[in-house]
Nanobody, 118 residues
Framework: QVQLVESGGGLVQPGGSLRLSCAASGNDFSTYVMGWYRQAPGKQRELVAAITANGVTNSADSVKGRSTISRDNAENTVYLQMNNLKPEDTAVYYC????????????WGQGTQVTVSS
């Protein structure tokens, strides 16, 4: 059974930074893309950034230059470092792991709230 445990959310002032972590367990994730999505109130869930096991990354234009996604394959953990946070980054952030070839193997974390406010 796949489990994703997220940590690192919270209240941050504009211009601040935070680091989200997601530890995955219950499977071999070497063929999974690991990533982060977010959902703000009244909006659809959107991709923030994702990374393959060999380090190929993809990120939303809205966070490019302000975020770095990384992955520790030995620990099955994915990290999202976000800098220069803006109020519009406020959302629930969800960890996601999805098999590269079998799209039905798609799992979500419980979500962690990130609030950017002074």
């Amino acid at each position: 059974q796949v489990q994703l445990v997220e940590s690192g959310g919270g209240l941050v002032q504009p211009g601040g930074s935070l680091r989200l972590s997601c530890a995955a367990s219950g499977n071999d994730f070497s063929t999974y893309v690991m990533g982060w999505y977010r959902q703000a109130p009244g909006k659809q869930r959107e991709l923030v950034a994702a990374i393959t096991a060999n380090g190929v990354t993809n990120s939303a234009d809205s966070v490019k230059g302000r975020s770095t996604i990384s992955r520790d394959n030995a620990e099955n953990t994915v990290y999202l470092q976000m800098n220069n946070l803006k109020p519009e980054d406020t959302a629930v952030y969800y960890c996601n792991v999805q098999h590269r070839y079998l799209s039905f193997l798609n799992y979500w974390g419980q979500g962690t709230q990130v609030t950017v406010s002074s």
